[in-house]
């Protein structure tokens, strides 16, 4: 089925049946009483989105990873942001908070695992980032964990094939759009074969295990536990899921296996940490549950490029219920231009809020890309500080702030806003959290909404737009494009 596009309810219908049991209260005791910190590096703020009440940090000293790891909470996030930086800085990263948190383990005298949480969409530094982290932690490894499933964004593994949710089809992953990203690229979607593609050959499909939702569905978590006790000198082993049951078959199957002396890395997306933390879902938020101010004009900031975000946008812009502003992508990338062009944003923008008018600023929606992988990060680095100066330059402090898009999401929050820490409220919408900003930040106790370029239908962004508007009913306003 690698070049299959199948309707979702023919593929997922034909599975057999979830595993009866409920397995998720046994987890969070087995979680809780084993006391073992789970340590999440996430490589861009969207990670957060299936859980809840849990911090971000976004620097990683010794004391601060120690901080954490001596709290009751059963995990914690560093946010690294590595899948904006070339390959070379993204694995020097993963190599100092490796090598910190070995350090603030020892010293705290607690044991940890780590998660490498990564996009659904297969695209970041794999498995280069992985290594350095492997490397720095200086730990053998049994085997290294590859779960993409993400249910909240329809991301499935069905016979190793990781599957796209794209209306009423499931498309195979590397013929949808994120498969042609310029800096992450990839040709395969049966999982085994991209393994061997991300290496280079170096590891062969054939040398990959899997664990099939046959065996996570038909034999449960004794059987889970029987083939990973299995893995050695850290083997790659996919793990297939469909929903979140499948998961708690096979985290429940992987606690016994490492309670049993077996050590294993993780690369995954957001929905494993859920589970693998015990933690249970929280309804979505509403704008009672986010304390908003009564009045003043929310800031939502767009610089994902991704076909699905332009979507979202135009569907935001024929509303007419929001001021907007455009932001001239090629003016950013001439310096003969680029103040100027800040300035008019901040302008604009300023205008907008101190009238309690919720505003738009976004990038121009024609993608500028270099001619290689080094060269595309670059212009989007470029581009990305622009966005950076121009939160930075504004004063009135929105009622709350959504950026979309996971660099965008990361830069605004710790260079425009000075975030250190954060605490996940919950999400918003299916796989958007939200996060209450630390008293440290330039908005302390903001709401700020992290919105990933991938995530959510057309009207997602009218959706929010609309549910935390101040006043409904508000004379519509003039456009301040």
Known sequence: MENQRIPKSQLLTRLPDEWPQDLRPAIQKQVHADRCKIVVLDDDPTGTQTIHGLPVITEWSVDTIAAELKSDLPAFYILTNSRSYPLPVARKMNAEIGHNLTTAAAKAHLEFVVISRSDSTLRGHFPGEVEALSDALAQKYDGWIINPFFLEGGRYTIDDVHYVNEGDMLVPAAQTEFARDHAFGYSKSNLRDWISEKTNGRIA???????????????????????LMKLHHGQYCVVNAASYRDLEVFVQGLLDAEARGKT????????????????????????????????GGG???????????????????????????????????????????????????????????????????????GQDSK????????????????????????RYILAKGGITSSDIATRSLNVKKAIVL????????VWKL??????????????PGNVGDDRALVDVARQLKANFGKKKPESAA
């Open 375 to 398: 060269s595309s990060l670059q212009i989007g680095q470029k581009i990305s500080q622009g966005l950076i100066s121009i939160v930075q330059r504004i004063q009135t402090a929105p």
């Open 264 to 295: 294993f890395l993780f690369r995954t997306a957001a929905s494993f940490v859920q589970v693998r933390a015990g933690i249970f879902p929280r309804p979505l938020l509403t704008q009672s549950d986010l304390q908003l101010p009564a009045a």
């Open 426 to 433: 919950g999400q918003i919408l299916p796989g958007v959290p």
């Open 205 to 227: 499909a054939k040398d990959v295990a899997t664990i099939s939702i046959e065996t996570l569905r038909g034999q449960g978590p004794e059987s889970v536990s029987a083939l």
């Open 438 to 451: 630390g008293a440290e930040s330039r908005f302390p106790n903001l709401a700020y909404i992290v919105f």
């Open 299 to 369: 800031l939502i900031v767009v610089g994902s490029f991704v076909p699905r975000s332009t979507r979202q946008v135009n569907s935001l812009l024929a509303t007419a219920e929001i001021m907007h502003t455009e932001i001239n992508v090629a003016a950013l990338l001439d310096d003969r231009l680029r103040d100027d062009e800040i300035n008019r944003v901040v302008n604009d923008t300023e205008n907008a809020l101190r009238r309690g008018n919720d505003m738009l600023i976004f990038t121009s929606r024609r993608l500028v890309a």
